[in-house]
Each structure stands twice: as structure tokens, then as C-alpha cells.
T-cell receptor, first 115, second 111 residues
Framework: GAVVSQHPSRVICKSGTSVKIECRSL??????MFWYRQFPKQSLMLMAT?????????EQGVEKDKFLINHASLTLSTLTVTSAHPEDSSFYIC???????????FGPGTRLTVL | QKEVEQNSGPLSVPEGAIASLNCTYS??????FFWYRQYSGKSPELIMS????GDKEDGRFTAQLNKASQYVSLLIRDSQPSDSATYLC???????????FGQGTRLTINP
């Protein structure tokens, strides 16, 4: 149980384009989902907390207009990187917390490369 | 500032020995603690959670919690080369939504 999927697993795009990443909880409902970014050999960095049906809460320094988060259902959250640039190239990982629980389960991650 | 501290390592342990990973936290309001394992290039996977003082065992893994000392540890018995990874300690405070992660300890098991 507690499986989280992400799609796509890997994406390469041109500078200036937008990329959407999906995060799904497959066997549980998740009121809260989280989006992280991780650069090579660095720690996880929380970007935002996403609550179903409400606006995401962004961490300090994360541009909400650049990283659009939508959590329209209890099993799906999306992260859209708008007007991507090479410095946005990173490993994006979502996690989901089952409703009523405090454990977070991570998706497999999406590796974004912006050319 | 709520912090979780881990020794970044690398920690090298011979195969078959016990690997001991340590973590301290600053927020006395922390209620739930988690150990995640992250292989290079992969996302974190949950190993164990612990909520009460004392030991919690799951197979070769034992988590230990001491709230008075604000200390969490993870013991890996009979270490295998496949245990080589970065281990992340995380804490969740009462009423909080987000986990506070340590920077991770890189563990290498030497055959």
C-alpha cells in the first residue's frame, strides 16, 4: 500500500516552455501533498505544500507564479514549471500524506532538463 | 528555527557489522519521527517511523527514540552492500503539516 506515482519520470524541454508534472496517490486519498526539488548531491528542498481544494503554501524564495501547483482532487496534484530555464533543471519529487495520517510517501521523482 | 541535525558522513561500515545512524532535533514539540533511505538518483523511501520513547524493530532495522535527549537513531544489523545509501531523518511537530529533514548521512557498506 501507500504508492505514489509521478509522471513523467524524465522530461527534456527547450528554454521558455512550460512543463507539467503529475503526482498521484494510487491506493489512498491524500488531503496534503508536497513538492520538493533536489539538486545533485544536495538535500531535499521543500517547495510548497498543497492542500486539496485550496491554494498551495509556498516556501520562502519559491516563486508561486513560476511553479504553479494545483491539487484538484484527493489523489492528484500537479506542478507546472512555467517558462522553464536551464537553472530549473533539477529532480522534482512529490510526496503524499494519507488523510488522517502523518507519514509521507514519496513518488519516484521527475528529472527535468531544460536546454 | 526548527532543526534536525545529522552527521553528513560518509560513514563506512564493513559488511555484516552494525551501522549506527544518529539524529538530533531542536523542537521539543516534535511528536513523530521518520527514517527514509535514498539511493543515488532515486527518491526517498520510508524505512521506519517512531513515536514513543524506546526501541522499535523491523527486520534488520531498529529505530531508537529518546525525547528527553531529543535524539533519534537507526541501527542496521548485518549490514549489506545494498544498504549503501543516504539516510534521512525527519521530524514532525504536533499540528504541523511539513516534515523537517536532516541533511542526511551517507552510508557505505564495504564488502
Amino acid at each position: 500500500g501507500a504508492v505514489v506515482s509521478q509522471h513523467p519520470s524524465r522530461v527534456i524541454c527547450k528554454s521558455g516552455t512550460s512543463v507539467k508534472i503529475e503526482c498521484r496517490s494510487l491506493d489512498f486519498q491524500a488531503t496534503t501533498m508536497f513538492w520538493y526539488r533536489q539538486f545533485p548531491k544536495q538535500s531535499l528542498m521543500l517547495m510548497a505544500t498543497s492542500n486539496e481544494g485550496s491554494k498551495a503554501t509556498y516556501e520562502q524564495g519559491v516563486e508561486k507564479d513560476k511553479f504553479l501547483i494545483n491539487h484538484a482532487s484527493l489523489t492528484l496534484s500537479t506542478l507546472t514549471v512555467t517558462s522553464a530555464h536551464p537553472e530549473d533543471s533539477s529532480f522534482y519529487i512529490c510526496s503524499a500524506r494519507p488523510s488522517g495520517a502523518d507519514t509521507q510517501y514519496f513518488g519516484p521523482g521527475t528529472r527535468l532538463t531544460v536546454l | 528555527q526548527k532543526e534536525v541535525e545529522q552527521n553528513s558522513g560518509p560513514l563506512s561500515v564493513p559488511e555484516g557489522a552494525i551501522a549506527s545512524l544518529n539524529c538530533t532535533y531542536s523542537d521539543r514539540g516534535s511528536q513523530s519521527f521518520f527514517w527514509y533511505r535514498q539511493y543515488s538518483g532515486k527518491s526517498p523511501e520510508l524505512i521506519m517511523s517512531i513515536y514513543s520513547n524506546g526501541d522499535k524493530e523491523d527486520g534488520r532495522f531498529t529505530a531508537q527514540l529518546n525525547k528527553a535527549s531529543q535524539y533519534v537513531s537507526l541501527l542496521i544489523r548485518d549490514s549489506q552492500p545494498s544498504d549503501s545509501a543516504t539516510y534521512l531523518c525527519a521530524a514532525l511537530s504536533w499540528g504541523a503539516q511539513k516534515l523537517v529533514f536532516g541533511q542526511g548521512t551517507r552510508l557505505t557498506i564495504n564488502p
